[in-house]
């Protein structure tokens, strides 16, 4: 089955832009994840989501950013008056369980930010 | 301290040899643990959780765990060319009420060679 897909794969912005990344899940995953990795570093959370709404944003760096999920499935991040600082890989997850230690998360193939 | 620490890289190993990834975590309620294989310019792709004291083997991969001493290992037996990619631990929570955390903290990840 298709896996999570994030688009666009790149994105190339201006110094102070506002910029919206979309993440569509696996089918049926209940639970979708934000996260942000920057060369090399690994991933570092930033919000996830159980349904529609943002279960844990204790990651999202300022109020800059911001996500939603409105009807429970795709999801947008937004980041407003984009710095050079926000330039990274934006990696979206998605796992199939509400709860539970074992659920596995699923990574999509990211977005490459870059702020010039 | 850094809430999960991987061992420094890059680790070098000739084909068929043992590759052995170390991590180290601080928070003692962590209950889940992985690790995912990263190819260059590639999302995380998990190959091993565990969350039992004790070792879980999964073909030619071996994961370690000793909740005591706050450590999971890896284990890469008759290493191929093919592994060579970047290693992240990553550990999760129980949150309060025993739902689990969503958010996964990464390592900073371990290159691996495999060389011919």
């Known amino acids: 089955g298709a896996g999570v897909s994030q688009t666009p794969s790149n994105k190339v912005t201006e110094k102070g832009k506002y910029v919206e990344l979309r993440c569509d899940p696996i089918?049926?995953?209940?639970?979708l994840y934000w996260y942000r990795q920057s060369l090399g570093q690994g991933p570092e959370f930033l919000i996830y989501?159980?349904?529609?709404?943002?279960?844990?944003d204790s990651g999202l760096p300022n109020d800059r950013f911001f996500a939603v999920r409105p009807e429970g499935s795709v999801s947008t991040l937004k980041i407003q008056r984009t710095e050079r600082g926000d330039s990274a890989v934006y990696l979206c997850?998605?796992?199939?369980?509400?709860?539970?230690?074992?659920?596995?998360?699923?990574f999509g193939p990211g977005t490459r930010l870059t702020v010039l | 301290q850094k809430e999960v620490e991987q061992n420094s890289g890059p680790l070098s190993v000739p084909e068929g040899a043992i590759a052995s990834l170390n991590c180290t975590y601080s928070?003692?309620?962590?209950?889940?643990f992985f690790w995912y294989r990263q190819y260059s310019g590639k999302s995380p792709e998990l190959i091993m959780s565990?969350?039992s004291n004790g070792d879980k083997e999964d073909g030619r991969f071996t994961a370690q765990l000793n909740k005591a001493s706050q450590y999971v290992s890896l284990l890469i037996r008759d290493s191929q060319p093919s592994d060579s990619a970047t290693y992240l631990c990553?550990?999760?929570?129980w949150g309060a009420g025993g739902t689990s955390y969503g958010k996964l903290t990464f390592g900073q990840g371990t290159i691996l060679t495999v060389h011919p």
């Open positions: 089918s049926g995953h209940t639970a």
């Open positions: 989501f159980q349904g529609t709404g943002a279960a844990d």
């Open positions: 997850a998605s796992s199939p369980k509400i709860g539970g230690g074992t659920d596995t998360q699923y």
């Open positions: 990553a550990v999760k929570g």
């Open positions: 928070d003692r309620v962590s209950q889940s």
């Open positions: 565990i969350y």
